[in-house]
């Protein structure tokens, strides 16, 4: 068995993949139309061309507004689950979602369509979700202590977690530290996006001041020796996107050698590293490919391959029994 056809045998466990960023494009320009949203183009190969970043996020804000009523959250929801199964054969996901970014909805409307897509997408095609309720760093900290009051108000065992996303420089963490101490008081799980293009230090500041237990992306602490020190020795896992980092660094771009970007030195280090797609239909990745690519690039053998994909069911929240029955299936599959 080559390492390619194991990689497609493993069922998988993603930790960092939004639902805004994994609309497949057929559903996403339907849903376009019937909200009069104008898209730069209606051919489902070409929809999320973006050439830089700015136009990537001004895609993404298209794709908040497409799902825009409960109907189509469900929709979008349950389509991006079925695209992960059939693309990367997904088994369970822990899924971001953004609430202030659909204006059009209350948090708990948001809620209870996810869980419908997520219950439906589960009985047809066996693939599990959990999600995470995303601050957006670009919005005020009073708009993220809303938030977090509004998923204390509207309890979920589906909503397990707190996080933050979008643009480090404007929203640096220590600006969330009252939401992400509220969440913590009330036992929400808490991740933040940082050091994808900030800087190290907001790693530490997740860490120390927001109580975070994951980090996502994290890649410009191995610029700085004293933060990834401190990373290394605190354990905490870090979900990681092995294109997004490549896009990120210049590797498509400035010929940079994959081999030796933020992630790539993660992994090396032996720290608890996942693998995610972070946006998978608005870029060209998945899960299958996230292993292969990593695994070629870094030359992984089968059990360090397998270990990838172990160390996502160890940084997932599920609960322990959940935690086994994923443990027993990537067993059985790697045999
Ligand atoms: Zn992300």
Known sequence: MSIDDLIARLPKVELHCHLEGSVPAPTFIELAAGHGIELKTTDP??????????????????????????ADIERGVYDSLVHGKATGNLRYREMFFSPTNHSQVSYGQMVDAMV???????ADHGVSCRLIADINRRQSPQVAVQLVEAMIAHPSEYVIGLGIDDDEATGPPEMFVDAFTLAGRHGIRRTAHAGELGVA?????????????????????????????FARDSGVHFTGCWFVNNFHEGVFTEGVDPATTGLAQMIRAGLPVSLSTDDPTM?????????????????????????????????????DSTKATLRAELDAAAR
């Open 201 to 229: 230090a907001n790693v530490r500041t997740s860490l120390e001041l927001l109580g975070c237990e994951r980090i996502d992306h994290g890649y410009a602490m191995t610029r700085d020796p004293e933060v990834f020190a």
């Open 283 to 319: 870029i060209p990745t998945d899960l299958n490919a996230e292993y292969a690519s990593v695994a070629a690039t870094l030359g992984l053998d089968e059990a360090a391959v397998v270990g990838l994909a172990r160390a996502a069911i160890d940084g997932s929240w599920a609960d």
């Open 45 to 70: 190969e070409h929809v999320y061309d973006f050439f830089s970043f700015l136009e990537f996020l001004d895609l993404y804000y298209q794709v908040c507004d497409a799902l825009a009523t409960p």
């Open 116 to 122: 419908s897509g997520i219950k439906a997408a589960e």
